[in-house]
């Protein structure tokens, strides 16, 4: 196959998924974890970064897992890990500049020989969380099935005579987009992922829903299904575990909600339409395959936007 190279960025290897969302407590990290660990079972070679230096969530979760993984009696999979260290100093530039270097170089390390890069951020607006969003190939928003989360997106929309404006967390993406497209002509595929969906569908779920997929035109992301609010996706974090893991050797059986769970990690990974390394195909090839399928998917979103 032969690729227009007008046109085609130039790709590099590793593909970077970055779980980001100005709001706090919307599952950052327990995305970034299942979506890490699903990765991993299916064989392919993934790299993490924590940029949450103070939370540092993630880091704690491979920490108890890689203490698992020397007794566990089956695959404990993990991936190389990158825990950036805060800067401590009371320079907030030396610490920009320190926190970026070590970033860097975390990157620099696993694009050649990682196919998935996934970093998980902290809520707050900074310099390398900008960074991050630009280096993404995929970026994953999750949020809360209430229009509080929303309102992250569509403070300025409610009022028709004000668009074109955009809320704060959507103008980081879209100026992320800017760049990236100046930089490489790459682009980012931005994905917003329900989380903790009620298991009634409330009709403030249903209104949130109609919401988003209106707003998706216009901000230009896609929506993905999500995860429902289960004791699973929480209980097994101090071992280091999830759903995915082969829990059910350890004591009992599945449960119907685990077995739920697994469904709905799946039916995300599926959802995200990431490249996907076909039997005997060259990796580089499945992500020239992916950016052409999701460049066309926008193009169309454009299409109806201009409409
Ligand atoms: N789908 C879910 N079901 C149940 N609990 C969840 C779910 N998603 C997140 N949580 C819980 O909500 C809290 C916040 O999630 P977390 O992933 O830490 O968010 P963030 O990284 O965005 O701050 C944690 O206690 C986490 O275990
Ligand atoms: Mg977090």
Partial sequence: MTHDSAEAPELRAAHVIVVANEKGGSGKSTMSIHLTVALL????????????????????????????????????????????????????????????????????????????????????????????????????????????????????????????????????VLEARRK????????????????????????????????????AVELQFRVAEGLHDRVIFRELFPLGLTAMDAIEEASHNLTPSQQSARREIATLVNDLRLPSRAEGADYLESRHVWFEAISNYYRELTAKKDD
């Fill in 180 to 215: 990236r497209r100046l930089v490489d002509n790459g682009l980012i595929d931005w994905v917003l992922v329900r989380n903790r969906i009620a298991t009634l569908q409330t009709n403030n779920a249903r209104q949130v829903d109609n919401a988003l997929r209106k707003l």
């Fill in 41 to 172: 079972k299916a064989g392919y070679r993934v790299a993490t970064i924590d940029l949450d230096t103070r939370q540092q969530t993630l880091t704690r979760f491979f920490q108890n897992r890689a203490s698992w993984a020397r007794t566990a009696p089956w695959k404990v999979e993990l991936p190389k890990h990158f825990a950036p260290e805060r800067g401590e100093s009371s320079n907030t530039q030396e610490n920009e500049t320190a926190e970026f270097a070590t970033f860097a170089e975390a990157i620099g390390e696993v694009e050649h020989d990682y196919e998935f890069v996934v970093i998980d951020t902290p809520a707050s607006d900074s310099y390398l969380m900008r960074l991050a969003h630009s280096l993404a190939d995929t970026l994953i928003s999750p949020m809360n099935d209430s229009f509080i989360d929303m309102d992250v997106l569509t403070r300025v929309h409610h009022d028709r005579g004000q668009r074109g404006l955009v809320a704060q967390y959507a103008e980081i």
